[in-house]
């Protein structure tokens, strides 16, 4: 009776594991997008001119990807200030 008694459990606690595992993934993929809208809306409270041009897109994106110094870069390079850049592209990754 004990082999009958643990199969159900067992298997109840690798649905919960599998259940978790995808819920945890489900949850992952939106929270990127959002560390770049993190890093867009750091710079356009600096800009005080509505919405971020381009460049701010396009070096919130290299953040979010890893490349750090290229969004910095690129934001300063446009007139953000190097504050700012450093920190919209530490919320980007």
Known sequence: MRTSTRTPAR???ALA?????????????PA??????ACINQVE?????????DYVRTACSAG???DHDLC?????????TN??????????P
């Open 11 to 13: 298997l109840a606690g």
């Open 17 to 29: 594991a599998l259940a978790l595992a995808l819920g945890g993934a489900g949850l992952a993929a």
């Open 32 to 37: 990127a997008h959002a560390d770049e809208r």
């Open 45 to 53: 409270r600096e800009l005080r001119g509505g919405e971020a041009p």
């Open 64 to 66: 979010l990807g890893g």
């Open 72 to 80: 910095v870069s690129g934001l300063t390079k446009g007139g953000v």
């Open 83 to 92: 504050g700012t850049a450093v920190s919209a592209c530490r919320v980007a």
